[in-house]
């Protein structure tokens, strides 16, 4: 899965350079497209109770991205456990230079305990590591 993001005046720090916790938000939304591709809506799993929680997130910084900046998110799913999905992210700039790269792993909860529990099935089909 890739998207494409322009950088905005909003996304920016005082020098003009993305603000480093923004890349965090491209990463989410780009997991979300990802699983969206897949028939995987996260509004829907949310009204039946299921959510998915950022439980760690490692990122290293290369290069800065700027103001007006095209900038290119590529997401992969790389492990996929009873309970959890990690996923690798690549964040790129137009000459194809990696900006920023990093994983990122999600626990499925129950919503009414907000307690780990298995991913289910049908999910799981989805993002086709059916069971």
């Keep these: 899965m890739s998207m494409q993001i322009r950088v905005y005046y909003e996304d920016t720090d005082s020098g003009n350079v993305v603000y480093y916790a923004n890349y965090l938000k491209y990463?989410?939304?780009?997991?979300?497209?990802?699983?969206?591709?897949r028939?995987?809506?996260?509004?829907?799993?949310?009204?039946?109770?299921?959510?998915?929680?950022?439980v760690e997130?490692?990122?290293q910084y290369r290069k800065s991205a700027r103001y007006n900046d095209l900038i290119t998110i590529?997401?992969?799913?790389?492990?996929?456990?009873?309970?959890?999905?990690?996923?690798k992210h690549h964040i790129f700039n137009t000459e194809k230079e990696i900006l920023v790269?990093?994983?990122?792993?999600?626990?499925?909860?129950k919503a009414a305990t907000l307690k780990a529990c298995r991913i289910p099935d049908e999910l799981l089909k989805c993002i086709g590591k059916g069971v």
């Design 27 to 37: 990463m989410e939304r780009d997991r979300t497209e990802y699983l969206r591709e």
């Design 39 to 54: 028939g995987v809506d996260l509004g829907t799993w949310q009204n039946q109770g299921v959510l998915f929680a950022v």
């Design 57 to 59: 997130v490692h990122v």
């Design 74 to 87: 590529e997401t992969e799913l790389v492990k996929c456990t009873r309970a959890a999905l990690t996923f």
């Design 101 to 109: 790269e990093g994983t990122a792993t999600l626990v499925c909860i």
